[in-house]
C-alpha cells in the first residue's frame, strides 16, 4: 500500500473470469498476451535508475489505505474472517489495488487453505503487473522498493499456490520470471 510520500504504508472478492481475455487465452499464472489490441493496465512502471524500476500505483490505492489497514489489524488479531471482509470492502474501493489483492490471497492460502482462491488473488496482481510492461521489458524490480513489493509477494504466492495445486510446469515458468526481475 503506498501513502502519499510514495511509500508502503505497511487478499474475497474473485477477480472477476467472466470477461474474455484480450486474445480469447485461457487465464493462466502469467500474464496476460502482449501484443496489437493488448491493453495496459493500470499499473505503471516508473525508472528509478539504469534497469532498476518501481511500480507505480493507481490513486485509489491511497484513497482505500485505511479500510486496507483495518483488514491488516483484524487479521493480525485472530478473526481472519472479519479480516477477508474488510479487505474485501476495500477492494470495492480500489480493484487495482495490489497490496489488498496479495492479502487475500494469503488469508485464502494460509488461513482458509485454499490454493484455487489464492492463486486467483495472486494471479490477478501478475496480470495486472505485466499488462504494464513494455514489450521486451528487461528491467528489474527489485523488493527492496515498497512499491514493488506487493507484486513480488504475490509471484511468491502464486508459486507455492500452484505447487500445492500440483502445477509444477507453471511454477518453474514464474521462478524464472522472479529470478529475473528481482
Known sequence: MTTSNGRHAGSSDRPD???????????????????????????????????????????????????????????????????????????????????IHTALGDLALREFRDPKLARGHYGYVVELVQRGFPPGFTGRLPRDRDANRPFLDALDGLIASLEALGRGRDVEELRGLLGRLS
Not at 18 to 38: E, I, L, Q
Not at 58 to 86: H, K, M, N, S
Open 17 to 99: 473470469k467472466s470477461k474474455p481475455r484480450p486474445g480469447g487465452k485461457p487465464r493462466r499464472g502469467g500474464g496476460p498476451p502482449r501484443g496489437p489490441g493488448a491493453r495496459p493496465g493500470p499499473i505503471g512502471l516508473r525508472r528509478v535508475e539504469g534497469e532498476v524500476y518501481e511500480l507505480v500505483h493507481p490513486p485509489c490505492v491511497e484513497e482505500t489505505e485505511l479500510d486496507y489497514q483495518e483488514g491488516i489489524e483484524l487479521w493480525r488479531a485472530g478473526e481472519p474472517e472479519l479480516a477477508r471482509d474488510a479487505l474485501r470492502y476495500a477492494l470495492e474501493g480500489c480493484r487495482e489495488n495490489l497490496w
